[in-house]
């Protein structure tokens, strides 16, 4: 059984249908790479597994369990069960690092205090910032703040993670900062479905290789079959383009 | 210029002034805090109401912020009660200070509404957080540190300006207590110098206080000079 089976999954931005049935799965612990051209539709998979933006069709299983969005109860399930890090490092700007990591899992979640501050701690160590705990978002690098962002995900204790082109906003000496940590995901056995340009970083983590262009999947296949034989002229047109560099 | 200042009476009567720099404190918090909950609760509806809910707003913001706060306390005073609505006068300054600060306030409150970051919204909202959640830990916070400096003029508008439109309904908060105290031996000058630097005094404590809560609370890096 997948732990993650996306079925014919539709979304409308107004009249302009910007998912035209997306289909793919993923086992436990593997993690899954979306990859294609800007505005094919990348981060709306993601915003859609998250509820932020309405599904119109389709629906998702999540261990076998089917939902599809249409009732808060299931929002809010889906929200439970996955955890999302954006592009744009969205913290919240009015706290420490520490009350970013614990507000939720300690005034949504109602967690036990104690437990919720040493989980807390043990992945500020996991992403390298034990010594930020108390730094406001405005007092850390993009990096950092992205890294704050991926802890605070974890810190709900997701079964899935989505990450939407973490790296793509940081300069090159701070991407290798959140890829480790990222890495380190990988080897503990997190699901993770990501967003990525770094092929190099896909072909090394990624199990999966999904190929969307225009809210379709074009192809999809393990990083060697998509990345050195792609069977469709447009996987191989995207491919040559960006592997070159 | 051979006028004799004679600050004698003024300071035998001076714990009459100060009594009345009291209740205008008072006034000023109330009507303030008054109308920054009917501004917060405006402001919200304002931003996720229904359109008709979203136009008794505007209505009462553009009938409050386009007329003088004298009328609308005057017509607390001397126009309800020919309606047979007839409320003490401390009572109509301070209903009308409150729903005239509430009409600013929800100006002021929704440019904080607005000026939330959606990402920050969605990242709350992924995290698991109700709307009223949201409200609470991400909106209210960010509104109150991004547009504190606004709020903290404001309240100074309220608790000078505000409060001494009372003195023409004959409530003895301080601007009305030194016209009740000098008419009677026509200190005039005495007495307005003298509560003019009580005004200073009181907004300068007001400030200072209101700069030290902006640190304490919403790390506003608010200047106090
Ligand atoms: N809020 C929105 N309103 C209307 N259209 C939108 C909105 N967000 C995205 N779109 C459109 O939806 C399509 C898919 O956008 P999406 O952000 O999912 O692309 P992407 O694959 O993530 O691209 P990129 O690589 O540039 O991030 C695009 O055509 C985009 O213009
Ligand atoms: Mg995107």
């Known amino acids: 059984m997948p732990h993650l089976a996306v079925n014919d999954v539709r979304a409308k931005y107004g009249s302009l249908e910007v998912l035209k049935g997306i289909t793919f799965s993923i086992e436990k612990g593997e993690i899954a790479a979306l990859v294609g051209p800007s505005g094919s539709g990348k981060s709306t998979v993601l915003r859609a597994l998250m509820g932020l933006t309405p599904i119109t069709g389709g629906a998702v299983d999540i261990a076998g369990e089917t939902m599809n969005y249409s009732s808060a109860k299931e929002v809010r399930a889906a929200r439970d069960r996955m955890a999302v890090v954006f592009q744009q490092y969205n913290l919240f700007q009015n706290m420490t690092v520490m009350q970013n990591l614990t507000l939720a899992p300690l005034k949504i979640k109602k967690w036990d205090k104690s437990e919720v501050m040493s989980e807390a701690r043990r992945l500020l160590g996991l992403v390298g910032l034990s010594d930020k705990a108390e730094a406001y978002s405005d007092q850390l690098s993009g990096g950092q703040q992205q890294r704050v962002a991926l802890a605070r995900a974890l810190a709900l204790k997701p079964q899935i993670l989505l990450l939407d082109e973490v790296t793509s906003a940081l300069d090159p000496e701070l991407v290798n900062e959140v890829l480790d940590a990222i890495r380190k995901l990988a080897d503990e056995g997190m699901t993770m479905v990501i967003v990525s340009h770094e092929m190099a970083f896909v072909r090394e983590v990624a199990d999966k290789v999904v190929f969307m262009d225009a809210g379709q999947i074009i192809e999809a296949g393990t990083p060697a079959e998509l990345f050195d034989t792609p069977k469709t002229d447009r996987a191989r047109d995207f491919f040559s383009k960006i592997l070159r560099h | ?225």
């Open chain 2, 1 to 225: 210029m051979d006028y004799n200042f004679q600050f004698g009476v003024v300071w035998d009567n001076f714990p009459a002034l100060l009594e009345g720099a009291w209740l205008t404190f008072q006034l000023g918090c109330i009507a303030f805090g008054g109308g920054a909950l009917i501004g917060l609760i405006c402001a919200a509806l304002k931003t996720y109401g229904p359109w008709a809910i979203r136009f008794l707003v505007d209505s009462y913001v553009v009938f409050i912020t386009n007329t003088p706060a004298l009328i609308q306390i005057y017509f607390l005073y001397f126009g309800l009660p020919e309606v047979g609505l007839r409320w003490s006068n401390e009572a109509c300054l301070l209903i009308g200070l409150t729903l005239n600060a509430g009409a600013y306030l929800t100006l002021i409150l929704r440019a904080g509404f607005l000026s939330v970051r959606i990402t920050e919204i969605e990242a709350g909202q992924t995290l698991g957080m109700s709307l009223i959640q949201q409200v609470r830990y991400i909106i209210i916070p960010h509104i109150a540190k991004s547009i504190y400096p606004a709020l903290a003029n404001f309240f100074i508008v309220v608790l000078v300006m505000g409060t001494s439109v009372g003195a023409l309904i004959g409530v003895d908060e301080l601007t009305g207590q030194a016209i009740n105290l000098s008419s009677v031996n026509y200190r005039w000058l005495e007495y307005f110098t003298v509560v003019a630097g009580m005004y200073v005094v009181l907004t300068f404590v007001a400030s200072i206080g209101l700069a030290l809560l902006g640190r304490w609370a919403f790390r506003v890096k608010a200047r106090i000079f």
